[in-house]
């Protein structure tokens, strides 16, 4: 799919990759090192994916929060999200899954 920005990412975006699916840092970060998880298969709901998507996004996830810690110990905890349906806030309508570092002190409330 031409138009979509998750089908054809550039290679010198991906910062990590798993079989089914690629990882990048957000263009528009909530915090630094905000990451999305992103199938390679163009599916526009989490509830397309497939197992072994589903496998890939949670090794990734994984992955990418250790290295994170690892890189700033000031990151204490991560919001793991989706944004399913123009409802819900999806602007791409590629699944993708948001990685968000969180550090004391960043929001006033960070009560879900």
Same mark, same amino acid.
């Given at each position: 799919?031409?138009?979509?920005?998750?089908?054809? @990412?550039?290679? /010198?975006?991906? @910062?990590? *990759?798993?079989?089914?699916?690629?990882?990048?840092? /957000?263009?528009?970060?909530?915090?630094?090192?905000?990451?999305? @998880?992103?199938? #390679?298969?163009? @599916?526009?709901?989490? #509830?397309?994916?497939?197992?072994? *998507?589903?496998?890939?996004?949670?090794?990734?996830?994984?992955?990418?929060?250790?290295?994170? %810690?690892? *890189?700033?110990?000031?990151? %204490?905890?991560?919001?793991?999200?989706?944004?399913?349906?123009?409802?819900?806030? %999806?602007?791409?309508?590629?699944?993708?899954?948001?990685?968000?570092?969180?550090?004391?002190?960043?929001?006033?409330?960070?009560?879900?």
């Amino acid at each position: 799919m031409s138009s979509c920005p998750f089908c054809d @990412i550039p290679k /010198d975006r991906v @910062i990590a *990759e798993n079989g089914p699916c690629v990882a990048v840092r /957000d263009h528009y970060p909530v915090s630094p090192g905000h990451s999305l @998880i992103i199938p #390679r298969r163009h @599916i526009a709901s989490f #509830r397309e994916m497939a197992a072994e *998507e589903w496998g890939a996004v949670h090794s990734l996830a994984e992955e990418l929060a250790k290295r994170l %810690q690892a *890189e700033d110990p000031s990151v %204490q905890g991560f919001n793991l999200g989706i944004n399913d349906g123009r409802a819900a806030g %999806q602007t791409i309508p590629h699944v993708h899954i948001h990685l968000i570092p969180r550090r004391s002190g960043d929001v006033r409330k960070p009560r879900g």
